[in-house]
């Protein structure tokens, strides 16, 4: 390391830390000068019975672009449209009952300025967000939404930074408005986002990935412990289900009951189930979500769940190797 090396680390720490303040400092305000525009761009955008099409240019068409996957996401159908090709035959896609969001630090790219009359004439409502409230693109909208900082974090002023970053957090603001104002729930998120962990947490129930009745040990409170370790054996769950007569569990027996039987100097060759199982087991019902199982046993520290019908009558059991396998956990 050369001698002037720690001189240019703390530069390059002040200089992060500024940047940092000076956009935490942009979105803050964003906050203050929240108001009744807002109010109406998401009123506007619920209302209306189209979708969104986002559109911008530059750095503020890769924050449009962002802001249209957001809202498609949560709930409000959106896409985006470059403002480039909007005018080459893109804003086509644009109907009479869809709501258009420009994006224009400035309020004053000729290429979104451009679009604005066709959008008009196609009988679409128009919000902006600009940082500058006087400016074209601001003046012809329906709404406006007010995205100015009184910097950019980069140190020459130029560079995009504090502004795109209003912007995204503005556009956050919106899309997370939209969806309380939908109802927008954390199973219709699951449903959008399927592959993803979310998905699989709230779209997999546990007669989804339970072993059924045929593959689960079960034996009769009555029986011999031997009979108990031979089915715990056959079963490779490492535990077995106790069901009365009528298929209702009234125990289980897993590996911990066997260990703590044996500490106890139980005599695993004269010994009857009933004395060493678990009674009254923890159960779920099939139609539960998996999530639920994980929860139950994650906080109860058991690692085997019994899946039983409306009747109480076994259907079934897991194992958190199942979760896992299932990628619930």
Do not use: W
């Not at 390059?12 to 830390?17: G, V």
């Not at 997370?176 to 219709?188: K, P, Q, S, Y």
């Not at 260990?259 to 695993?268: M, P, T, Y």
Request: proline fraction near 5%.
């Amino acid at each position: 390391m050369t001698p002037m090396q720690p001189a240019q680390d703390n530069r390059a720490i002040a200089l992060a830390r500024r940047v940092l303040q000076i956009e935490a400092a942009a979105v803050s305000a964003l906050a203050d000068r929240l108001g009744s525009e807002f109010v109406e761009a998401v009123d506007m955008i619920h209302k209306r019975s189209g979708r969104v099409i986002v559109t911008g240019i530059g750095k503020s068409g890769h924050i449009a672009r962002k802001l249209a996957a957001t809202l498609a996401s949560t709930g409000t159908p959106a896409y985006f449209v470059h403002a480039a090709e909007a005018a080459h035959g893109d804003l086509g896609m644009i109907t009479p009952a869809d709501v258009v969001i420009a994006l224009s630090n400035s309020g004053t790219s000729e290429e979104v300025l451009t679009i604005v009359p066709l959008v008009k004439r196609q009988g679409a409502r128009l919000i902006s967000m600009t940082g500058n409230p006087e400016s074209p693109l601001a003046r012809e909208a329906d709404v406006h939404l007010d995205a100015a900082v009184s910097e950019e974090a980069c140190p020459l002023n130029l560079a995009p930074t504090a502004s795109t970053t209003a912007a995204l957090a503005l556009g956050d603001a919106l899309a997370v408005a939209l969806l309380d104002a939908r109802g927008f729930g954390a199973e219709d998120f699951a449903r959008s986002h399927p592959g993803g962990a979310l998905g699989r947490r709230l779209l997999t129930h546990v007669s989804d990935i339970m072993r059924d009745k045929a593959r689960v040990p079960a034996i009769a409170p009555d029986a011999p412990l031997t009979q108990a370790l031979l089915a715990m054996t056959g079963g490779g769950m490492g535990m077995t289900a106790i069901v009365d007569a009528t298929g209702r569990p009234v125990g289980i027996f897993t590996d911990g009951d066997l260990r703590r039987a044996l500490e106890k100097g139980c005599d695993v060759r004269s010994a009857r189930l009933a004395s060493v199982m678990s009674a009254n087991p923890r159960t779920i019902g099939p139609d539960a979500l998996a999530a639920e199982a994980a929860e139950m046993m994650e906080r109860l520290r058991i690692s085997q769940l019994l899946v039983v019908d409306e009747a109480g009558a076994l259907v079934g059991a897991l194992t958190t190797h199942d979760l896992m396998l299932a990628k619930v956990i």
